[in-house]
């Protein structure tokens, strides 16, 4: 599969062109300020005279209430929350010019129909492979985060929702670290399998299930945390640096042969059935539909599940422990 670099953008193709940000957050942000540095005519929609009117004034940015900032913008990026994006969209659909082109960073509202953009108007996506503060910082040091691009809806015809799909990754340095071709349907469900059973959902029971295997065998707390968690961000460096095979030179043999013999039976057969359930889970919808449903009735159990996770004696621990690293704050 090709992977698309600066050489292959075609500058013309937002040359001139409004583009309007809706959402200040952390996405928001990193690309209304790469946009602007990049030369583009960034305005920024947001409510009037919150924190993030105000915040993005400070940044030098042209701002507006959302219904106004779309107005005569050729691109509109929806980056405010997934759930806020649909009531958004209804709120300033009538405002779009006709053969506008929509822009997200995450395909939830399209893949699942929450949103289901104006047959004139151009769908596209670009989603950087990041978090918002990753996105900016590497754009100012002249690198870029690698950005996935889709195109949903070509109202406009030819290359054209393409062409300003790759501008726009240009604009917020994605050409950079290269930008890969996807479709809606296979960002959005990557994804969320991704962030459940992998990054976060994966990551942090494993975290957590070893930390409590160590400290009800009786030893302590504070040594328990730094083995199961304040350790892992070496390996994920050297993962993140080189793959498997770089953690593999780095780390001793004794490290190795455990790795090797006894981590599938950790992460198993088992483990992998749980996964191939939550992956259907996610492509059938029943995921969007549980996660759409708990907003509407108040999120109890989603806060209910949070603070117990916050609660947990691991977060105590860390606590005190992370007070005397004050450098990782810094990070």
Known sequence: MKIYGQKDVNKKALKGARIAVLGYGSQGRAHALNLKDSGHDVIVGVRKGGAS????????????????????????????????QKALYESVKDGLKKGATLLFAHGFNVHFKQIKPRKDLDVVLIAPKGPGDLVRRQYQQGRGVPCLLAVQQAASGGRKAFDKALAYAHGIGGTRGGVLTTTFAEETETDLFGEQAVLCGGATELVVKGFETLVEAGYQPEVAYYECLHELKLIVDLLHEGGITKMHQFISDTAKYGDLTRGPRVVNKATKKEMKK????????????????????????YRKLLQADLAHPIEKVGVKLRARMPWLEQN
């Not at 030098?60 to 997934?82: R, Y």
Request: charged content about 30%; glycine content about 6%.
């Open 53 to 84: 009117w105000t915040k993005a004034k400070r940044d030098g940015l042209k701002v507006a209430e959302p219904a106004a900032a779309v107005m005569d913008a050729e691109l509109i990026a929806f980056l405010v929350p997934d759930l806020a």
């Open 278 to 301: 939550i992956l259907t889970e996610i492509q059938d919808g029943k995921f969007a539909r549980q996660w759409i449903a708990e907003n509407k009735t108040g999120n109890k159990k």
